[in-house]
C-alpha cells in the first residue's frame, strides 16, 4: 500500500510539473544603456522600445516577465548558464551568434551608420586610415571595425557600452564612431552632446556582419520559446500592438523590409 501511494504521489507531482513550469516568470536579459531601446529613467526604471516591445510579447503570451541588466558584452554568457531564459536588447541575429544562441525570427532592422564631425568626408575605408574609431566591444559593429576598417589604417577603440563611446566622442578622443542609425541619432545627433556631428557615409547594411535584423536569443536548442516568441510577434504586428509601440519612438517602420 505504501508503494502505491509513493507512485501515486509521483505521478501527480509529474502532471503538476508544466503546470507549475508555466507559472514561472519569463526572465529576460537587457542592457539598459542603449536609447531610444533600452534606457534607465530619472526614476530608475528601464524604459525604451526593447522594453516596451517585450512588455507587449509577454502580455501577448500570458506570462509574467522579470527583467534583469547585464552589459551586452555579458548578455550571452549569462544566458548559457541560465541567469535568465531570453534576450531581448537589440541583438543582430548573424551567423557567428548562431553557433552559440537560437534566435526568433526578427522583431526590428535598422542600419549601421558612421558618425564624425560635420564636414568630415567618407568615399571608401582609404578615408579612415589613422582615424580612432569607438564601437561596443562584442557588437556587430566591433567585429566590422575589425574586419573592414582596422585593415585600412584605423585604430579601433572598444568600450562597455555605447554612451561611453559618445562621451569620448564628444570630448574628441575619438574621431568617429560606428553603430545603429536610430541609437546614433537618439543617443547622440539629437542631444547637444552630439552638436557639430553628423552621419557620414553610407548606410552599412553586409548581411554577413549585421545579420538578418535583431532578434531576441535564447539558449541553444530552446525551440519550442523561440517558436512561443516569434509567433508572439507576429501577432502584436497583426494586432497593432506593435505600431503603438513603434510609434511611442519612431517616425519610421522600424520593422523595416
Known sequence: MKNKIVLFGALALSL??????????????????????????PEGNISGFDYDIGVALCEEMKVECTWIEQEFDGLIPALKVRKFDAILSSMSITDERKKS??????????????????????????????????VQRSSVYDRYATDVFAPAG??????????????????????ATLADSVNIDDGFLKTDAGKGFAFIGPDFTDEQYFGEGQGIAVRKG????????????????????????????????????
Open 101 to 134: 544562441v537560437d534566435f526568433t525570427g526578427k522583431y526590428y532592422s535598422t542600419p549601421a551608420k558612421l558618425a564624425m564631425k560635420d564636414g568630415a568626408t567618407y568615399k571608401d575605408v582609404a578615408d579612415l586610415k589613422g582615424k580612432k574609431i569607438g
Open 154 to 175: 584605423a585604430e579601433i577603440v572598444r568600450y562597455s557600452s555605447q554612451n561611453e563611446v559618445f562621451l569620448d566622442l564628444a570630448s574628441g578622443r575619438l574621431d
Open 16 to 41: 503538476l510539473a508544466p503546470l507549475a513550469m508555466a507559472d514561472k516568470p519569463l526572465r529576460i536579459g537587457i542592457e539598459a544603456a542603449y536609447p531610444p531601446f533600452a534606457f534607465k529613467t
Open 222 to 257: 530552446d525551440k519550442a520559446l523561440a517558436d512561443k516568441i516569434s509567433a508572439a510577434i507576429l501577432a502584436i504586428r497583426a494586432n497593432g500592438k506593435y505600431k503603438q509601440v513603434q510609434d511611442k519612438y519612431f517616425a519610421f517602420d522600424v520593422y523595416g523590409k
